[in-house]
């Protein structure tokens, strides 16, 4: 099928276009090494919609760090409802209630990954003031095109038409195609074929691999899980489990 291999064709464009971003994303690492050698938690949050799948990509996974903190709040996550989702991420000042619930930004020096494929809503942009004023160093995974190219008025934008690709201490461009479809079929007007899980979900993998380099060079074992389903992986996490059940609200 021809829009089968438009749409690999153009996943895989994109994907060297993250690679161009390794600056950016060794700096975050060095940041959330420092963090986890300091036996902090990182924080990572996708507000709104897919983009909490970036925050799930993360928790528990195989060969992912075990000091991950995901922040799914029923209020944006799609299982509780697509479109009331949609109307929460709009929503000015909720952002800072889910930091509260989750007790997040109550130690100097605590790290928090931003995942959202525009970086235009509400929580985002709440997300990332909310993590200046609890002094956290915010890394943001998010397009800058999109947030270029949507109008200042649009309904979906948090009301000060920040972005933020701006406002973040740390900025990794995802390069999410405009619209986010990708594949055009004749006597459709509408694109299919998303992309933004894809970038989001590739950026914060190739974040954790940078962050695992980085900890091997400070001399620190990498706190790393081992998938549950091979021979050994119950055993092998029990430690991390024991250590990271109590501070990690979904991890048990």
């Not at 971003?21 to 050698?37: L, N």
């Not at 095109?145 to 979906?156: G, I, Q, R, V």
Request: glycine share 8%; charged share 25%.
């Amino acid at each position: 099928m021809r829009e089968a291999e438009i749409y690999k064709n153009t996943i895989v464009e994109v994907f060297n276009k993250i690679l161009t971003e390794m600056e950016s994303i060794e700096k975050g690492a060095k940041v959330m090494a420092r963090a986890i050698a300091e036996d902090k938690l990182i924080h990572v949050i996708g507000p709104g919609g897919h983009s909490n799948m970036a925050a799930e990509e993360v928790l528990w996974r195989a060969g992912g760090l075990a000091p991950i903190n995901a922040i799914l709040d029923p209020g944006t996550n799609l299982i509780h409802g697509a479109k009331r989702s949609n109307y929460i991420e709009r929503t000015p000042g909720y952002a800072s209630k889910v930091f509260d619930a989750y007790r997040i930004g109550r130690q100097p020096g605590e790290v928090i990954i931003i995942a959202n494929a525009y970086g235009i809503n509400a929580m985002c942009i709440d997300s990332v003031i909310e993590a200046k004023r609890r002094k956290m160093t915010s890394i943001a995974i998010t397009s800058k095109s999109f947030a270029e190219k949507l109008p200042k008025d649009h309904p979906s934008r948090h009301p000060s038409g920040k972005n933020l690709y701006e406002e973040a201490d740390i900025f990794i461009d995802n390069h999410l195609p405009y619209g986010d479809a990708i594949i055009g079929i004749e006597g459709c007007p509408q694109k299919t074929g998303p992309t933004s899980t894809f970038c989001n979900t590739f950026a914060i993998n190739l974040l954790v691999i940078a962050t695992v380099k980085e900890l091997v060079s400070m001399g620190i074992t990498p706190p790393l899980w081992m998938s549950a389903n091979l021979p050994g992986g119950d055993e092998a996490n029990k430690k991390l489990e024991e250590k990271y059940i109590p501070r990690v609200k979904h991890l048990g």
